[in-house]
């Protein structure tokens, strides 16, 4: 009788622990998957996100720049006022803010699309860089992140 009321507790024990690594593992699996799955839509948005600083040129306004970007990628580009933007001369080059978040500061940069009414795949944009002191001459930088990380940069002279 000892035997048997051991051995049903011994196989009472296992189930339980059973229970208790199964209810630990299969949330970790879950959490996993879905974090595999998160990463691959990133990864594949990325992957399909493109962008090319075609042309840059100073304006009549010496205190203008225009930037012309084009989405070489595949996929729409949501969220364009969430870009960062690097614009100066060669060496001396800082993040400019957009429009909304410089306030009435300067410098600051605004955005129209020009062949599109959405940034898609073949569309560009035109970055519209405004300071409150001549530019001057010498040769600048220009470098714009898109929200997903994607990036191209573009030197010329003014």
């Known amino acids: 009788m000892d035997k048997v009321i051991t051995t049903t507790l011994l196989i009472l024990a296992g189930i339980v622990c ?29 992957m399909k996100s493109r962008v090319s600083i075609m042309h840059a040129a100073d304006s009549t306004d010496p205190k203008t720049v ?7 990628g595949s996929t729409s580009i949501d969220s364009i006022e969430e870009s960062d933007v690097f614009f100066g001369k060669e060496d001396e080059f800082w993040r400019i803010p957009y429009v909304a978040d410089a306030g009435s500061d300067y410098p600051r940069w605004e955005y129209t699309i020009e062949n599109d009414s959405e940034w898609r795949s ?20 220009i470098k714009m992140f898109i929200p997903n990380g994607i990036s191209d940069e573009y030197y010329f002279s003014m």
């Open 18 to 46: 059973t229970i208790f690594i199964f209810n630990s593992v299969v949330p970790m699996v879950g959490r996993s998957s879905q974090a595999m799955v998160s990463m691959s839509d990133t990864l594949d948005e990325r």
């Open 66 to 72: 225009y930037i012309w970007v084009k989405n070489t």
């Open 122 to 141: 073949g569309a560009t944009l035109k970055i519209t860089i405004t300071d409150d002191a001549d530019l001057g001459s010498g040769t600048y930088y």
